[in-house]
């Protein structure tokens, strides 16, 4: 099973910008990788997605135009470049292997391999 840790969450103003990324411990060359996030009280839910095979791209309505995704599959890494951060974008993000991007934001549970999160704060 794949390992995953994400790195590069912090404070940032409202407007600021962040990168996550998201390690692996082997090739995911063929993995689709998703973000996600879990805001206190609220559903986890998923902010983008990355295919393995196309790399084609997916994102959640209330990202789109702010946050990009990509991957370096040299680095074994998937990064999420955040942009324009809101008060509301205050969560901890994972990254996950194992699923399908075109299921991520309807059952994230298919994936089955999880980073421990890293924490993204926003002050209005």
């Known amino acids: 099973e794949v390992q995953l840790v994400e790195s590069g969450g912090g404070l940032v103003q409202a407007g600021g910008s962040l990168r996550l990324s998201c390690a692996a411990s082997?090739?995911?060359?063929?993995?689709?990788i998703g973000w996600f996030r879990h805001a206190p009280g609220k559903e986890r839910e998923g902010v983008s997605c990355?295919?393995?095979?196309?790399?084609?791209?997916y994102y959640a309505d209330f990202v789109k135009g702010r946050f990009t995704i990509s991957r370096d599959n040299a680095k074994r890494t998937v990064y999420l470049q955040m942009n324009s951060l809101k008060p509301d974008d205050w969560a901890v993000y994972y990254c996950?292997?194992?699923?399908?991007?075109?299921?991520?934001?309807?059952?994230?549970?298919?994936?089955?391999?999880w980073g421990q999160g890293t924490e993204v704060t926003v002050s209005s």
């Open positions: 082997e090739f995911i060359d063929d993995y689709d």
């Open positions: 990355i295919g393995g095979s196309d790399g084609s791209t």
């Open positions: 996950a292997a194992g699923g399908r991007c075109d299921l991520y934001e309807t059952n994230w549970s298919v994936f089955g391999s």
